[in-house]
């Protein structure tokens, strides 16, 4: 099974460790209040946020390919994301941004704790985020975004 084929479990006797998360999900899943491609990403995703407020120590490794969250995603295809033409290359870009304003290298597994405190330490003011988020159609759904001072 591929790192990113992880399939999570409320239990946390259960949990796989690292679960492989990309680098934009990070700020998404802080935004996250329901909303989703379909019925079923929707309830995975919830079940994934879940899942990490209820295990901070548990580790989280960061990706820049499809994740645990797009493995119930209908816009993926295989291993890539086919959301648009161009969208494994752009979402590809938004991870790598990401990760380099968190200086933190591709494949690191981290505490999901500690990460989502270096995220919010690094991405505190909406300015902070629109260089990742400026294209995003989730921006008026997504609480983390919209929590952002001007
Ligand atoms: S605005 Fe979009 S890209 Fe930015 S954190 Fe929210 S859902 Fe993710
Ligand atoms: S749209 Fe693409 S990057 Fe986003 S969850 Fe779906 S497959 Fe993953």
Redesign the pocket.
């Known amino acids: 099974m591929s790192k990113n084929k992880t399939q999570l479990e409320v239990n946390p006797n259960l949990s796989p460790d690292p679960v492989g998360i990309r680098g934009h999900h990070f700020l998404c899943m802080q935004g996250f209040q329901g909303y989703g491609?379909n019925q079923d990403f929707a309830l995975h995703m919830q079940k994934v946020v879940d899942f990490i407020i209820k295990n901070p120590p548990c580790k989280l490794e960061l990706l820049t390919e499809?994740d645990e969250?797009?493995s119930h995603?209908p816009?993926?295809e295989g291993e890539i994301?086919s959301?648009d033409p161009n969208?494994e290359e752009n979402?590809k870009k938004m991870d790598l941004l990401v990760l380099e304003k968190l200086d933190i290298q591709e494949g690191s597994k981290i505490q999901a704790r500690k990460i989502f405190e270096h995220v919010n330490n690094i991405f505190k003011t909406r300015e902070d985020v629109m260089e990742v988020c400026g294209n995003c159609l989730w921006r008026d759904k997504c609480l983390w975004f919209m929590g952002k001072p001007f």
């Open positions: 491609y499809c969250l797009c995603c816009h993926r994301c959301k969208a979402i």
